[in-house]
């Protein structure tokens, strides 16, 4: 009986193997987007462009977020729902921060004339953070859930699974970020 129990604990959880699965393939759209990239500028009509300072400060919110999540899953294993609460609540503020500064700084690109249609360098941009953002809203509405679920009474399941899935997907949300910044910082 004991020796079953190791081995159930050594199986990895199928919610945790499919997020795994997921984040593979959000790895290799965001690797073949940044290789196109890579081809692409090389062409003539590549345009250079400097990143918008919201940039900057979104990375900063990512990361604070990332600490907050660590934070909230540690409060949810110790069972202080109220800091829980608390710390979601930052991570879901820190969220949304982030896509608003997102989208401050390309509001700012745009009235720069950094459009879709300017350049296709342009449009890399776009599509390239456009799409990650639509990933970090997917991280956003995933710990808004947690959190209206952490107030329902109905429930007094302390799973740590949900927890772990939230804070996995949103550390590779932030990561892939600073590697976005990053990349597009050196290869111009």
Known sequence: MAEALIKEKKKIHPHKFTLWVGIGS??????????????????????SFELPQEFWFSTC?????????????????????????????????????????????????WNAGITLQASVSYSFLYVIVGLHAVH????????????????????????TVPVELVNTYWHFVDLLWIYLLVFLIMIK
């Open 61 to 109: 919110v990512m990361v604070l977020s990332s600490i907050s999540v660590i934070m909230a899953l540690r409060k949810f294993k110790e069972r202080k729902m109220k800091q829980y609460r608390m710390l979601m609540t930052t991570s879901l503020s820190l969220g949304v921060l982030f896509i608003l500064l997102q989208y401050v700084g390309f509001f700012h690109l």
């Open 26 to 47: 959000i790895v290799m759209m965001f690797a073949g987007l940044t290789s196109a990239y890579i081809v692409k500028r090389n062409q003539a009509n590549w345009v």
């Open 136 to 159: 970090v809203l997917g991280g956003v509405l995933a710990i808004a859930f947690m959190l209206l679920r952490s107030f329902s009474d109905r429930t007094k399941h302390y799973s």
